[in-house]
């Protein structure tokens, strides 16, 4: 199932849009035509983004660790006079340390952001995709979803819950036009390492970069150029309908050996 084609009142909601995968799904999708809303807390940030996308872009600051603002979005987004069409869950982000040595607040609020509000938003956003017979959902997962991870015990469990919801989503979406995707990648460079307390010195994370080809990904790319030279060389999409799209060799490589690849997992990312 393609994605459905961009139009006038139409929009791909993708949260986390400040930096890393988020903004440069943002930016991949305006490029190919999409009317974006870009959904975080830092408004400047948001702002500086809309402003390099252009008029299709529209930031909706918001704390997705607050219930009653996660609530308000799908209103904020009606009130621009647009359709949700897309929905990506990209905003995240882990604590460090052992669990005896938590913070219990910090660890409440990354299940806020990383379980509860993938959960919030598809249950207020997914609806509507169902009755109009068009729709995508990508939620993004990772690599940690796959196995225990001390140190970060909330992050892998949360990546873990992600990736099985999402497995249900696309049972639960089957036939209706609507696509449910779980994005499970590796390693990147987006500063999310940092914010942790990570450190970069001698580790060799890739950057973050919109490798996607908008002229193979069915309406999204008919009658469209090429989103960007890289998407010629690596494309990948979340409109495949599949859960586990691992983007990389490397990462595919970790996660496929040991009876961990998933239900549905595609092992060579699909092409349109």
């Known amino acids: 199932m393609a994605l459905p084609p961009p ?3 139409r929009a791909a909601i993708v949260t986390g849009a400040s930096s890393g995968i988020g903004e440069q799904f943002a930016g991949i999708l305006s490029r190919c035509g999409y009317r974006v809303v870009l959904v ?30 996660r609530a308000g979005l799908p209103g904020r ?18 604590t460090l340390g052992l669990v005896a040595k938590s913070v219990p607040e910090q660890e409440v609020n990354l299940v806020e952001v990383d379980v509860a509000a993938v959960v919030d938003l598809c249950s207020r956003f997914l609806p509507g995709m169902v009755d109009r017979h068009r729709g995508a959902v990508l939620n993004v997962a990772s690599i940690a979803a796959f196995g225990p991870l001390p140190g970060q015990a909330a992050y892998g469990a949360a990546k873990a819950f992600v990736l099985s919801y999402t497995h249900s989503l696309r049972a639960e979406v089957r036939g209706t036009g609507v696509t449910a995707t779980a994005l499970c990648p590796g390693p990147v460079d987006t500063g999310f390492g940092e914010a942790a307390g990570f450190s970069k010195r001698g580790s060799r994370i890739r950057p973050a970069t919109g490798d996607v080809d908008c002229g193979r990904q069915g309406g999204a790319g008919r009658n469209r150029r090429s989103c960007g030279r890289q998407g010629r060389r690596r494309p990948w999409s979340c409109q495949s309908g599949r859960v586990g799209p691992f983007p990389g060799r490397a990462t595919r490589t970790v996660v496929a050996p040991a ?13 349109e």
């Open 259 to 271: 009876g961990t690849r998933p239900p549905g997992f595609q092992t060579g990312l699909k092409r």
């Open 7 to 9: 139009g006038d009142d």
């Open 77 to 94: 987004v009606a009130d621009l006079g647009l359709v949700p069409d897309i929905l990506i869950n990209n905003a995240g982000f882990s």
């Open 40 to 69: 975080a807390r830092s408004a400047e940030r948001l702002e500086a983004l809309a402003a390099r996308l252009g008029p299709q872009a529209h930031p909706l600051p918001a704390d997705l660790a607050d219930r009653t603002e």
